[in-house]
């Protein structure tokens, strides 16, 4: 071991260390400015209010319907039906009711405006350390570097995709939503109807949602017909009651026609629960065994439904990863790895700046044009990453669609560029923001698929 | 790999920070926080061994500890449940309380340990969670008895 004397450095007069690694300025805060919160640098598609203690998807979805359609429904429900309940019969009926109706309320909002587990996108030395790591594991000749990594969990053999946005292997049973632009920890769906992605931190919420709105809609649906039964009974036949009590009609209907989504929901929810799954791993069948002679159990559960149960539904509160309401150290650059000029200085290389310059060309090339353009050189793939992301997403679905080495070579990419629909929007996205319902290295797996059921919507990516 | 380092030093040559390490995740046991105990190899010749796989070990014990699932765990998640998750934003959580000792940890390793070796540890809920980064400063002594044989030689040049 190198005997050296190093000169003891205070970690407080360094700052915190998440401060950037360039400045050695030791608290030396020269902004003028107010400081800012990280959420208001957030690279993600997301909105906050409350000055960062709300955070919803940028498009909130149908959530302001959602919330209506209950405000609505049990309003008329504590107006027009409970005064003839409470007569009739008990005082408990609107206590029930309105305990429901709160949590129901509590808990969608909740769903809605908190973090669902989003992981903070790699910092440039991350990411470059990444990257290095994935040339050094590459061989000698010029090969692009597969974006898989395959890790054992439990015994089994577990692929971990790379995400090219965050630029990080994702973790485990994390995905990336591309209407987010997050990838989120124990990806469930993004649920339109409460207007965010449903993962690892507000899963119990939502599902507490959901079963709570079962028992409140059936609960109602229940009640409106005892009401109608009893006022027929006294009076003077159904259609009369029916004409007394319009409200109770259109209760009946809102109620007949969510209970069948709602429950059918719940029941697939607590489906989920039992066996530690998750929507996404539910429809992409990643364990249900596509090849028999494989044995593909879910690694994650706990072989036990109670368990499975506990653990899902009452483990432990993660925290939120992304700190939102923390300020930013005045010195460092809010982009974390968009901008190309983060990168140059972690790239030794000395074609560095060529190589990206002719990669952008070619990307402005291709989303310009439908046609491809061979401005590319053999060396773009092995520089910097932001910029090629378009290339490596063919070369990427070519590797997992067909398992065969990807053709070397511009030619091979070039013909493969035509059928990759995708690609071209998806590399204008990065000039013109347009927007894809899904991620075009999503096209070699499941397509996007929204279920059959009317009002269920859920969305599940990647 | 030394190589490519020495490169990026004298890109930063300006700095002291010299380069970063990243001690990844361990997901063999599932997706709780685990990270690598295994050794990186650019920190052979600045710290000990045993001091830094006892760090990393200790760090995974409070991790465990926080994600333990038992009898407190489920007691916190169904009084949760019962008050409709409200008690989350009254009070802190058990997982809240043992980041806090974690950072408070990793405060005193770098204090007692790692700084005077030239090292720094960024607490890993600053990176997500996803790495341990532990950033290695470069040798001071030598910086300085560097700068110091270039001022007498340019001052006997003159």
């Known amino acids: ?462 | 790999m030394a190589t490519l380092f020495h490169n990026l030093q004298d890109l930063r040559h300006t700095a002291s920070l010299a380069t970063k390490v990243f001690i990844q995740r361990d997901y063999s046991e599932g997706t709780l926080c685990r990270f690598h105990t295994k050794f990186p190899a650019e920190l052979d010749s600045r710290i000990e061994r045993t001091l830094f796989e006892e760090t990393i070990k200790t760090l995974n014990n409070y991790y465990a500890e926080a994600e333990k699932i038992g009898g407190r765990s489920y007691l916190e998640g169904c009084l949760a449940c019962a008050s409709a998750y409200i008690i989350f934003l009254c009070m802190e959580t058990r997982y809240e309380k043992v980041l806090k000792k974690i950072s408070t940890y990793i405060q005193e390793q770098n204090e007692k340990i790692y700084a005077p070796r030239g090292l720094l540890i960024t607490d890993p809920i600053e990176r997500g969670m996803r790495v341990i980064e532990i950033s290695i400063f470069e040798d001071r002594s030598s910086s300085e008895s560097s700068s110091s044989s270039s001022t007498t030689s340019s001052s006997s040049a003159r």
């Open chain 1, 1 to 462: 071991m190198k005997n050296c004397e190093y000169q003891q450095i205070d970690p407080r007069a360094l700052g915190t260390p998440a401060s950037t690694p360039s400045s050695t300025l030791p608290c030396g805060k020269t902004s003028s400015h107010r400081p800012k919160r990280k959420w208001e640098v957030f690279p993600g598609r997301n909105r906050f209010y409350c000055d960062g203690r709300i955070i919803v998807a940028r498009q909130c979805g149908v959530l302001p319907l959602t919330l209506g359609l209950i405000l609505f429904t049990s309003g008329l429900f504590f107006v027009f039906d409970c005064p003839f309940l409470v007569a009739h019969l008990t005082v408990c009926i609107p206590v029930i009711a309105g305990v429901l109706f709160l949590f129901v309320v509590i808990t969608l909002l909740q769903t809605s405006f908190s973090d669902p587990g989003i992981l903070p996108r790699a910092l440039p030395d991350e990411a470059a350390d990444i990257e290095r790591q994935i040339d050094n594991s590459g061989s000698g000749t010029y090969r692009p570097p597969p974006r898989t990594k395959e890790i054992l969990i439990n015994g089994q053999v577990v692929k971990l995709k790379y995400c090219f946005t965050c630029k990080m292997f994702r973790p485990p049973r994390t995905s990336h939503c591309s209407l987010c632009d997050n990838c989120v920890e124990r990806f469930d769906h993004h649920c339109p109807w409460v207007g965010n992605c449903v993962g690892k931190r507000n899963y119990r919420f939502f599902y507490t949602f959901i079963i709570s709105l079962s028992f409140l809609t059936s609960f109602i649906f229940g009640c409106v017909i005892t009401h109608l039964t009893l006022r027929s009974q006294s009076g003077r036949g159904f259609i009369q009651a029916l004409q007394e009590s319009p409200a109770s009609v259109v209760e009946l209907v809102v109620c007949f026609f969510s209970i069948w989504s709602i429950l059918g929901l719940s029941g697939f929810h607590t489906y989920l629960v039992a066996s530690n799954l998750t929507t996404n791993e539910d429809i992409k069948g990643s364990w249900s065994g596509k090849r028999p002679a494989e044995e593909s159990g879910n690694p994650y559960t706990y072989n036990s439904i109670f368990t499975n149960c506990c653990v899902v539904l009452c483990g432990p509160m993660p925290p939120s990863l992304i700190d939102r309401r923390g300020y930013l150290p005045p010195d460092v650059i809010p982009q974390t790895v968009n901008s190309e000029a983060d990168l140059h200085p972690f790239m030794a290389k000395n074609d560095t700046n060529m190589c990206t310059q002719s990669t952008k060309e070619l990307l402005e090339s291709v989303a310009h044009s439908s046609l491809v353009q061979s401005t590319c050189t053999p060396a773009t793939t092995k520089t910097a990453p932001v910029t090629q992301e378009s290339l490596l997403i063919t070369v990427s679905s070519t590797l997992s669609a067909s398992g065969r080495p990807p053709p070397t070579g511009c030619s091979g990419r070039q013909a493969r560029r035509p059928t990759d629909k995708a690609c071209p929007p998806r590399e204008s996205k990065h000039k013109t923001s347009f927007r894809l319902p899904s991620p075009p290295y999503s096209l070699s797996h499941s397509p996007l698929i929204l279920s059959d059921a009317p009002d269920v919507g859920f969305i599940p990516l990647t």
